[in-house]
């Protein structure tokens, strides 16, 4: 008979959020420099905003949450953060080398965040003004990767506007 894996709580979450940003930085890849700010209708999200906003919302989680100090600049809010607008000018933004350091560093600062908790503080319930994000801590997890991949589908329209290939092996 074979034995049961028991995995915890964290390690799911942090699977889920490694594959949502193994993909979204595979579909980012081959997109060409010139094209960084593509939008492929009016309005549209393009590489370098939807990196930069994945950046900014898990550092908004971070601090506001995880009461941490920032890992990305404070006008990244302005530049990418909910209700912002983006816009085809590149000039506007950072390079999306600095963007996607950014992304990471967010990223692994979020992960350090819930890897320093227990499974009980990772179940445990969300502060009101938070709960509409998720029932608890760890669920915040599941969250973010989901809206990572909601910003996955906009990266795919980019690509398909350009002439890229669809989809991309994780």
Known sequence: MPTATVVNTFEIGKATLELA???????????????????????????????????????????????????IDKSWGDLFGMGSEPTGDPGRYPSLTEVKAGCERARAALIDWFASMDDQKLQSPLPDQMK??????????????????????????????????YALEV
């Not at 009016?42 to 949450?65: M, R």
């Not at 973010?144 to 910003?151: I, K, P, R, V, Y």
């Open 21 to 71: 940003r193994r993909s979204t930085l595979k579909l980012v890849a081959d997109i060409p420099a010139e094209h960084h700010c593509h939008q492929p209708v009016p309005k549209a999200n393009h590489a370098t905003w939807v990196l930069g906003h994945l950046a900014n919302t898990d550092n908004f989680f971070l601090t506001s949450l995880g009461g941490r100090d920032p890992v």
């Open 132 to 165: 509409g994000f998720a029932p608890n801590y760890a669920g915040v997890m599941g969250t973010l990767a989901w809206h990572e991949g909601l910003h996955a589908g906009q990266l795919s329209a980019v690509r398909r506007s350009l002439g890229l290939p």
